[in-house]
T-cell receptor, first 114, second 115 residues
């Protein structure tokens, strides 16, 4: 059973471009969480999604960031008009249900904005 | 609001020595607490979790942690360090509800194991 997959693993974007980060949850998992890890910091919660629904986006920046988890296909974290401060590692985690179900983390996407 | 503080961003121990990684939390309600390990270029792996049952929690790879409400602590220990334990360790807290398991992480502690 494949684990959580994220691609690309490394992404380089110039300021002003768009970044699309993909997360394929484990088979049978319908809950996805996105976290951001800035250099030398811990992970910060961004958004919690179930299939076709955003449940909690309290950690998302108000502008330029959006997330979706369609009925078919991976979850997408989209960052428009990237700035240098967006450079970070972005991790997604999936779980089979909400509540205290264990989250399984992907290897992360390291975004570098030049 | 919940928060987690990990004392010591870097900890170095000798192989075979006791590992102690400190975690203190702040929460207005009894929290759920977790320890995760992150190996280089990998995602986080759950070591153990406290969910208001036994206060001494045993996890994988010989690690354990004790929930101490009076000290608002959840320190991670292992009696004897192995070289393979070298990694970054994160303590995390989540709200005690069923609304989703949004984790709040500490800043992490990088454990180095000397031969």
């Amino acid at each position: 059973n494949a684990g959580v997959m994220q691609n690309p693993r490394h992404l380089v974007r110039r300021r002003g471009q768009e970044a699309r980060l993909r997360c394929s949850p484990m088979k049978g998992h319908s809950h996805v969480y996105w976290y951001r890890q800035l250099p030398e910091e811990g992970l910060k919660f961004m958004v919690y999604l179930q299939k076709e629904n955003i449940i909690d986006e309290s950690g998302m920046p108000k502008e330029r960031f959006s997330a979706e988890f369609p009925k078919e296909g991976p979850s997408i974290l989209r960052i428009q008009q990237v700035v240098r401060g967006d450079s970070a590692a972005y991790f997604c985690a999936s779980s089979p249900s909400g509540g205290l179900a264990e989250q399984y983390f992907g290897p992360g996407t390291r975004l570098t904005v030049t | 609001a919940q928060s987690v503080t990990q004392l010591g961003s870097h900890v170095s121990v000798s192989e075979g020595a006791l590992v102690l990684l400190r975690c203190n939390y702040s929460s207005s309600v009894p929290p759920y607490l977790f320890w995760y390990v992150q190996y280089p270029n990998q995602g986080l792996q759950l070591l153990l979790k406290y969910t208001s049952a036994a206060t001494l929690v045993k996890g994988i790879n010989g690690f354990e942690a004790e929930f101490k409400k009076s000290e608002t602590s959840f320190h991670l220990t292992k009696p004897s360090a192995h070289m393979s334990d070298a990694a970054e360790y994160f303590c995390a807290v989540s709200p005690n509800n069923n609304a989703g398991n949004m984790l709040t992480f500490g800043g992490g502690t990088r454990l180095m194991v000397k031969p």
